[in-house]
T-cell receptor, first 114, second 111 residues
Framework: GAGVSQSPSNKVTEKGKDVELRCDPI?????LYWYRQSLGQGLEFLIY????????KSGLPSDRFSAERTGGSVSTLTIQRTQQEDSAVYLC????????????FGPGTRLTVL | DAKTTQPNSMESNEEEPVHLPCNHS???????IHWYRQLPSQGPEYVIH???SNVNNRMASLAIAEDRKSSTLILHRATLRDAAVYYC????????????FGSGTQLTVLP
């Protein structure tokens, strides 16, 4: 079946611009995660959605970052007034009900802020 | 969270078995052992997980020590496509939570 998809695959933007990154999780998966990974670094958790519960935003690095998940499916991560340090690969993952650490990752969006 | 320790790097010849170790001496009784891998320029990929008994799936086998303080991921016949960083992590399987990867083991497969 279809895996997690993300768009765009690559995004180049100028410092100060806003960007939106999209994630389509696997159908039926109730949990959705956003992470980012800088070159050669480990995963950095950003935000987590579980069903209709309030999202866990504890990983968002600043108030320039926000995310929403509409209808329990598609999610959008928005970065306002982008900075060069926001450059990274942004990864989305989803997991089925009752399967916490078994997460399925999308291919990521490579964001470059000039 | 309980800490895991893995070798920084390992090498294997193509079509030979590979045993990737992970030590987790402070594992709690409810922690599952999960393995992920990350191929170059790709997102992490779930490999396998287990609690106490050894586990097999189409990708690999997981051998868990009787005292659960260590485990070994076994790739039965390494291919060039198995070259990746392999991460061993612990956590509750049924409880959704964010992943935290350590440094992992960089596996190089030699032709």
């Amino acid at each position: 079946g279809a895996g997690v998809s993300q768009s765009p695959s690559n995004k180049v933007t100028e410092k100060g611009k806003d960007v939106e990154l999209r994630c389509d999780p696997i159908s039926g998966h109730t949990a959705l995660y956003w992470y980012r990974q800088s070159l050669g670094q480990g995963l950095e958790f950003l935000i987590y959605f579980q069903g209709n519960s309030a999202p866990d935003k504890s990983g968002l690095p600043s108030d320039r970052f926000s995310a929403e998940r509409t209808g329990g499916s598609v999610s959008t991560l928005t970065i306002q007034r982008t900075q060069q340090e926001d450059s990274a690969v942004y990864l989305c993952a989803s997991s089925p009900p009752g399967s916490g650490l078994e997460q399925f990752f999308g291919p990521g969006t490579r964001l470059t802020v000039l | 969270d309980a800490k895991t320790t893995q070798p920084n790097s390992m090498e294997s010849n193509e079509e030979e078995p590979v045993h990737l170790p992970c030590n987790h001496s402070t594992i709690s009784g409810t922690d599952y052992i999960h393995w992920y891998r990350q191929l170059p320029s790709q997102g992490p990929e779930y490999v396998i997980h287990g609690l106490t008994s050894n586990v097999n799936n189409r990708m690999a086998s997981l051998a868990i020590a009787e005292d659960r303080k260590s485990s070994t991921l076994i790739l039965h016949r390494a291919t060039l496509r198995d070259a990746a960083v392999y991460y061993c992590i612990l956590g509750l399987s049924g409880s959704a939570r964010q992943l935290t990867f350590g440094s992992g083991t960089q596996l190089t497969v030699l032709p």
